[in-house]
């Protein structure tokens, strides 16, 4: 993958009351739904979908880098995921550690840091390696910054969040009292980066599917039929003009965010 920086959005901010208004995402979140359709559509297995996918992966996080998001959280695999037949499960960990050995070394040459999220111990202790690896190698980078969902759950990610802050209270390191919800958001997945400004799900689905619970409170939502291996830059594109057009209020009245009350 090269990246390059033109054809950057610039962002404008309304400041006024607290609220803003972007013309490009700071965060992206995505749902590649659709492999399996696609595949099927093709009488192909639906393994070939997934095989397909990567490159579809590829284009989003190179279009994401040249526009100038600063993160993209892709689901790869959930914590539901492990119902789908064996063999497709075990060519998803396959497609998972042979993408991870291909495509890193790229992320790192661009700039991008690569982190995956989620519980990993489900996975294989090479897959697990090359996990590490890969965060390892790309932790100083300061563009893009890329997380990859596997075995990963919103209801998860507020367990192990509370768990953890129920071990502090036991610990004695913390009362009960002090437990805010940005305590709690403080010990999730990604809490270091912006929550999502948007939420796409491919495949037509329109359901969040268990992904960022927490994150997506405010997130705006779009939805479309493309199938995730269709789904490139003219789509992503039209995600981001669709984005740019809506008014985020977080609570406040349009006239506010508008600037048009004191």
Known sequence: MVFSPDKVKPVAVAPEHGAETRSLPRHVAIVMDGNGRWAQER????????RAGVGAVRKVVEHCAKRGVEALTLFAFSSE?????????????ELFLSTLERETEKLHQNGVRLRIIGDRTAFA????????AAESLTRGNTGLQLAIAANYGGRWDIV???QTLAAKVGQGELSPDRITADLLQQQLALADLP????FIRTGGERRISNFLLWQLAYTEL???PVLWPEFDEEALDLAFEDYAGRQ??????GEQVAGQMP
């Open 43 to 50: 009488y192909l297995p639906r393994t070939a979908g997934h």
């Open 81 to 93: 995921n492990w119902r789908r037949p064996e063999q497709e499960v075990s060519v998803l960990m």
């Open 125 to 132: 202790e090479a897959l697990r390696q090359r996990m590490d």
């Open 160 to 162: 192990q969040a509370a």
């Open 195 to 198: 929550e999502p400004d948007l």
């Open 222 to 224: 779009y939805f479309t």
């Open 248 to 253: 985020r209020r977080f609570g406040y009245t």
